[in-house]
């Protein structure tokens, strides 16, 4: 029978979630953990690829499992995987629902802090840029739900057969002492870094390094800038994935990030 696993991770300490014969991997931890406790090799398939370094308040994945097992799995799941991942929940599905093709809606996070503290290090980006042009970037922000075609803001364009996706929001937040911001962004899929280079794109134009009209003048015209600089990862978030049959809400809070009070630019 197949079962949709909902579970959280912290990134820091993995290569990202797509397993590799190189690094350790969310997916390569958790297989281990499966095949441990089941005792039969156990194959999962995630909702998404994550980077090395960036986190999932919410994600999914499904595996087949041959038998009921005759002991609580989640509990021991949880007992076995390392602190820095949870399982929330473990659904049976009716039929072959894929965790990745089926997902309808995907949203993430970002967070940056302007001041050095070491409780936010690892769980959201650094970056000591006092005087931004919140206006200006906020402005960029609203351009993004305008367009269906993000090549411009794609690591490896060529790799993929479309570009298009479909962004149904995109709002930047401040919190209510101004040190910290928060980029939001909902879609159907999302392409090769696009979201690491979006942030990129709008700390240049909040420090006057590009201009909002230059920003849509790529999206617009297709135009993959010569230099691309994605953010850091740890700032970002898989913070919610949405299928037809399946809507539930996070249990993770982003941590200290949770508890801000957030103000839209």
Not at 33 to 46: D, E, F, M, Q, S
Request: with cysteine; aromatic share 14%.
């Amino acid at each position: 029978m197949r079962y949709f696993f909902h579970i959280g991770f912290h990134g820091t300490k993995y290569a990202g979630w797509q397993k590799l014969s190189s690094a350790i991997t969310v997916q390569q931890t958790i297989e281990t953990a499966l095949t441990r406790i089941l005792k039969y090799p156990v194959n999962i398939v995630g909702c998404g690829r994550t980077d090395a370094g960036v986190h999932a308040s919410q994600f999914f994945f499904h595996t087949e499992i041959a038998h009921d097992p005759d002991f609580d799995l989640l509990f021991r799941l949880n007992k076995v995987l390392p602190d820095d991942i949870a399982v929330f929940d473990i659904i049976p599905m009716q039929g072959d629902p894929h965790a990745r093709f089926d997902g309808v809606k995907r949203s993430y996070d970002y967070f940056i802090h302007n001041y050095k503290d070491p409780f936010l290090s690892k769980f959201s980006s650094f970056y000591p840029d006092q005087d931004l042009d919140l206006e200006a970037m906020a402005k960029a922000v609203s351009i993004l739900p305008k367009y269906n075609d993000y090549r411009a803001l794609s690591k490896t364009p060529d790799r993929v057969d479309h570009t298009r996706c479909n962004v149904m929001s995109a709002a930047l937040y401040i919190d209510e002492q101004g040190y910290k911001l928060r980029f939001s962004i909902t879609a159907n899929r999302f392409l090769n870094r696009m979201i690491r280079i979006t942030i990129g794109r709008l700390l240049e134009i909040g420090r006057g390094e590009m201009s909002v009209d230059e920003f849509e003048f790529y999206i617009a015209n297709k135009q993959v800038p010569k230099i691309i600089i994605p953010a850091k990862p740890e700032g970002l978030y898989l913070s919610k994935v949405t299928y037809r049959f399946l809507d539930i809400e996070p249990r993770s809070a982003f941590s200290l990030l949770g508890q801000c009070e957030w103000r839209q630019l």
